[in-house]
């Protein structure tokens, strides 16, 4: 067992480094709907400069971070509905914590 767990890192890493352009791209903040820009009015501060945060960036780095979970274990059918739901209910659970955060402390920006 010890070694299949040093595997499946072995192969997530693979996928991880893998350049973008060479894997699957799909919409995974699609399926938000209408609730797509449901964080209270959040600002950041990233290389883009200052800006609003919104709910669908969260979807596509959960969403991306599964595309390579499936394809280090070499599954096919990665876009599925039951895959689509569980990046919208994972990105939802993920904005309330942090909008939690956000209201609890002293800042208005994030860098």
Do not use: C
Request: negative net charge; charged residues 35%.
């Amino acid at each position: 067992m010890r070694n299949t767990i040093f595997e499946e890192d072995r192969l997530l890493t693979k996928a991880a480094e893998t350049p973008r352009e060479n894997k699957p791209r799909f919409d995974w903040a699609e399926d938000l709907g209408e609730n797509r820009f449901e964080i209270p009015k959040v600002r950041i501060t990233d290389g883009a400069g200052d800006r609003d945060f919104h709910i669908a960036e969260v979807a596509e780095v959960i969403g991306e971070a599964l595309t390579d979970l499936m394809l280090s274990r070499e599954e096919e059918e990665i876009y599925t509905p039951q895959n689509r739901e569980l990046v919208v209910e994972s990105s939802r659970l993920v904005v309330r914590a942090a909008a939690s955060s956000w209201q609890a402390g002293p800042w208005k920006t994030w860098n």
